[in-house]
Nanobody
Framework: QVQLVESGGGLVQPGGSLRLSCAASGSIFNIYGMGWYRQAPGKQRELVAFITSGAITNYADSVKGRFTISRDNAKNTVYLQMNSLKPEDTAVYYC???????????????WGQGTQVTVSS
């Protein structure tokens, strides 16, 4: 069974910074990509940033230049450094991993429980 455990959310003032972490554990054969999505009240879940096992990254236009995604493959952990935070970044942030649990089987997506990020003065 695979688990994704997030940490690092909280309340921060506009212009501040937060760092989110997500560790994948359990029976894992290979993680092909990990990333972060977010969902604000009344809105659809959207991609924030994603990183492949080869360190290729993809960012939402709204966070480019402010957020940085990184990954520690040895620890099956992904990080999201969020700088210059804005009130519109307020949302529940969900960790996502695209992985296979057994060699030769298809990979699928797994989700964390979510962590709240609130940007407010």
């Amino acid at each position: 069974q695979v688990q994704l455990v997030e940490s690092g959310g909280g309340l921060v003032q506009p212009g501040g910074s937060l760092r989110l972490s997500c560790a994948a554990s359990g029976s894992i054969f290979n993680i092909y990509g990990m990333g972060w999505y977010r969902q604000a009240p009344g809105k659809q879940r959207e991609l924030v940033a994603f990183i492949t096992s080869g360190a290729i990254t993809n960012y939402a236009d709204s966070v480019k230049g402010r957020f940085t995604i990184s990954r520690d493959n040895a620890k099956n952990t992904v990080y999201l450094q969020m700088n210059s935070l804005k009130p519109e970044d307020t949302a529940v942030y969900y960790c996502n991993a695209y992985l296979a649990v057994v060699a030769g089987t298809s990979a699928r997506q797994y989700w964390g429980q979510g962590t709240q990020v609130t940007v407010s003065s």
